[in-house]
Every structure is written in structure tokens, then in C-alpha cells.
Nanobody, 124 residues
Framework: QVQLVESGGGLVQAGGSLRLACAAS????????MGWFRQAPGKEYEFVAY????????YYTDSVKGRFTISRDNAKKTAYLQMNSLKPDDTAVYYC?????????????????WGQGTQVTVSS
């Protein structure tokens, strides 16, 4: 089992940047692929980004391509989401999640462990 704790959220103006971190504890972090999801008020969960166990493969939802970058440091047991050129539409609670699947997935059901979330608010 793995425990995940997000940090780095906050209030930022449109066009600004934030870097989210997801610290893991428990089983070997490098066994997991990692994903970031978000949920805006009144909306469904939305897949944001994926990174495989060694960082060689990444995927993004179309709305964040070119602005967000997912990365990981297995030695530090931490995944990151660098968010640049933020827009008000990026306002949401952001969650990191861990998956034991070896293949890419954007489905919530295929992620086994979740953090508690961190709020990101982008003002216009």
C-alpha cells in the first residue's frame, strides 16, 4: 500500500504558475504509474496527466498540453505537476493517484491509491 500527500496548491493570478508535489510513503514508489486528476466545483473528475514508472512516458489531457508538465523523482518518492500559464478554468481541487497498471490509463477506476487533494484557484 502507498499513502499520497499533495502540496503546493494556492491562489494565483491568470498567467501565473504553480508546482504541485505528491509525496508518497509505503511500498516502493517506482512500482506505480502516477496520475494527476482534478475536480472543479459542480463538475466530474477530470484526468490531467500521467507518467509511467520511470518517467519515460507521459500523457496529458488536451486542455493542458504545452502548459503543464508531469515529472517524478523516484529517489524522493515524489511526483510533480508544473503548471504554467494558468487560466481561471484550471481552478479545481487537484489529486494525485497511483496505479499498479503497466499501461497508460486516464480512468479513475484504474488508479488504486489517492491523495486528499490540494486546492488550486486561478483568479482572472
Amino acid at each position: 500500500q502507498v499513502q499520497l500527500v499533495e502540496s503546493g496548491g494556492g491562489l494565483v493570478q491568470a498567467g501565473g504558475s504553480l508546482r504541485l508535489a505528491c509525496a508518497a510513503s509505503g511500498r516502493t514508489f517506482s512500482s506505480y504509474a502516477m496520475g494527476w486528476f482534478r475536480q472543479a466545483p459542480g463538475k466530474e473528475y477530470e484526468f490531467v496527466a500521467y507518467i509511467n514508472w520511470n518517467g519515460a512516458s507521459t500523457y496529458y489531457t488536451d486542455s493542458v498540453k504545452g502548459r503543464f508538465t508531469i515529472s517524478r523523482d523516484n529517489a524522493k518518492k515524489t511526483a510533480y505537476l508544473q503548471m504554467n500559464s494558468l487560466k481561471p478554468d484550471d481552478t479545481a481541487v487537484y489529486y494525485c493517484a497511483a496505479s499498479l497498471r503497466s499501461a497508460y490509463s486516464y480512468r479513475r477506476s484504474e488508479y488504486h491509491y489517492w491523495g486528499q487533494g490540494t486546492q488550486v484557484t486561478v483568479s482572472s
